[in-house]
């Protein structure tokens, strides 16, 4: 069965780094776009970032470009989200999810458990 398993949150400090990982098994992980979704407390479901199949094109969205960089190792089914100059509100819970359409709009069949990232002094 399909499992998104992520990893790599915690805390960090304004201005920090960190990097968070999604294990991918049950699919063929190299044939679908793969997205990080976040939600911070009491707020809904933001779109973070989407990366595309061969090409790995990527999209950011607008709170997050020249911040955060997306990209995949498809020789170890994983998909990875960078994050630089972390601010507070970037804390959240960060959802790894395969892309099911990619078009004007989106929608995801399957998401992970979530990493907790969580961005203070």
């Known amino acids: 069965q399909v499992q998104l398993v992520e990893s790599g949150g915690g805390l960090v400090q304004p201005g920090g780094s960190l990097r968070v990982s999604c294990a991918a098994s049950g699919f063929v992980f190299s044939n679908n776009y793969m997205t990080w979704v976040r939600q911070a407390p009491g707020k809904g479901l933001e779109w973070v970032s989407t990366?595309?199949?061969?090409?790995?094109?990527?999209y950011y969205a607008n709170s997050v470009k020249g911040r955060f960089t997306i990209s995949r190792d498809n020789t170890k089914n994983t998909l990875y989200l960078q994050m630089k100059t972390l601010k507070p509100d970037d804390t959240a819970l960060y959802y790894c999810?395969?892309?099911?359409?990619?078009?004007?709009?989106?929608?995801?069949?399957?998401w992970g458990q979530g990493t907790q990232v969580t961005v203070s002094s």
């Open positions: 990366i595309t199949t061969s090409l790995r094109t990527t």
């Open positions: 999810t395969r892309v099911s359409y990619w078009g004007q709009q989106m929608a995801f069949d399957y």
